[in-house]
């Protein structure tokens, strides 16, 4: 049962720095595509960073130059690294991994939800 688990959210002033992390468990032949989400209130999810096994990075236009998306393959952990936060950043960040079944497909997993809130 694989399994994603984040970790570092919460609340931050506006300019002010977070570091998101979500790391895999569970019977893990290997991790494609890893990034997150986020869902702001009364909008749609949307796609914030994605990184493939390879380090080929995926910005949202809304966050490039300022989250940094990276991955540690020996441990099985993507990281977001927030900075110059906004108020327009607040939602829940949601992270997802792209992990092949034995069967050859490809299953999307997620992490529970992380709550980042922007203070101004």
């Known amino acids: 049962q694989v399994q994603l688990v984040e970790s570092g959210g919460g609340l931050v002033q506006a300019g002010g720095s977070l570091r998101l992390s979500c790391a895999a468990s569970g019977a893990l032949p290997s991790i494609n595509n890893m990034g997150w989400y986020r869902q702001a209130p009364g909008k749609q999810r949307e796609l914030v960073a994605a990184i493939t096994s390879g380090g080929s990075t995926n910005y949202a236009d809304s966050v490039k130059g300022r989250f940094t998306i990276s991955r540690d393959n020996a441990k099985n952990t993507g990281y977001l690294q927030m900075n110059s936060l906004k108020p327009e950043d607040v939602g829940v960040y949601y992270c997802?991994?792209?992990?092949?079944?034995?069967?050859?497909?490809?299953?999307?997993?997620w992490g529970q939800g992380t709550q980042v809130t922007v203070s101004s």
């Open positions: 997802f991994a792209n992990i092949p079944a034995p069967n050859g497909l490809l299953y999307t997993y």
